[in-house]
């Protein structure tokens, strides 16, 4: 029960749609999940987070949500844009420091 | 920029070579972190240092070796690696508490990573 299923692998969306992906967890102890952001040869970079003890959390045009009931978490990115295309990882960590990330998503703004 | 620096940013070695990466930050965190990523996949965590000590030892062969000699700093030293060790090794630090004051949670921040290619 370690496992982040993350969906869809890819995501292709026309510059200023929405974007939605999906991550489902199967321990229910897990207690904080942070989203990253990987450009090519870049480092992953922290976007946002959410802990168990909150449904929603907003920054600008990013928001996640959670469904600690259903074992699931989502990351929506409003109004996309070019400079959003990248690759990013849901996670979890169910206590101490181990960080488990999901499968990742390739994600193409399209002008 | 980065808070987390990771140096070399490249290195290629070759399988009887013996070379060390070296990560440094300076925010004052006490959890530090390697993980190996390969082309199109999610990182992996290897080792978890907490306060100095080693906490977490993913069954990462003993041809990777970590260090942290002190809070600031963490090493990672190879010896005989293999083709297949050929990867981006990227390091984290987070803020930790201590147990009295129950598991953190608390964010991890990346460096850039060093490429790794074993000849």
């Known amino acids: 029960g370690e496992n982040v299923e993350q969906h869809p692998s890819t995501l292709s969306v026309q510059e200023g749609d929405s974007a939605v992906i999906k991550c489902t967890y199967s321990?229910?102890?897990?207690?904080?999940f942070p989203w990253y952001k990987q450009e090519l040869g870049k480092r992953p970079q922290l976007i946002i987070d959410?802990?168990?003890?909150?449904g929603e959390k907003k920054d600008q045009r990013i928001a996640v949500t959670l469904n600690k009931t259903a074992k699931h978490f989502s990351l929506h990115i409003t109004e996309t844009q070019p400079e959003d295309s990248a690759v990013y990882f849901c996670?979890?960590?169910?206590?101490?420091?181990?960080?488990?990330f999901g499968t990742g998503t390739q994600l193409k703004v399209e002008l | 920029d980065t808070e987390v620096t990771q140096t070399p940013k490249h290195l290629v070695m070759g399988m009887t070579n013996k070379k060390s990466l070296k990560c440094e930050q300076h925010?004052?965190?006490?959890?530090m972190y390697w993980y190996k990523q390969k082309a199109k996949k999610p990182p992996e965590l290897m080792f978890v240092?907490?306060?100095?000590?080693?906490?977490i030892n993913e069954s990462v062969p003993s041809r990777f070796s970590p260090e942290c000699p002190n809070s600031s700093l963490l090493n990672l030293h190879l010896h005989a690696l293999q083709p297949e060790d050929s990867a981006l090794y990227l390091c984290?630090?987070?803020?930790?508490?201590?147990?009295?004051?129950?598991?953190?949670?608390?964010?991890?921040?990346f460096g850039d990573g060093t490429r790794l290619s074993i000849l």
């Open positions: 984290a630090s987070s803020q930790d508490l201590t147990e009295e004051m129950s598991y953190s949670n608390q964010p991890q921040h």
């Open positions: 321990d229910s102890a897990s207690n904080y």
């Open positions: 959410i802990r168990s003890n909150v």
């Open positions: 996670a979890r960590i169910k206590g101490g420091n181990k960080l488990t």
């Open positions: 925010m004052g965190h006490r959890a």
């Open positions: 240092y907490s306060y100095e000590k080693l906490s």
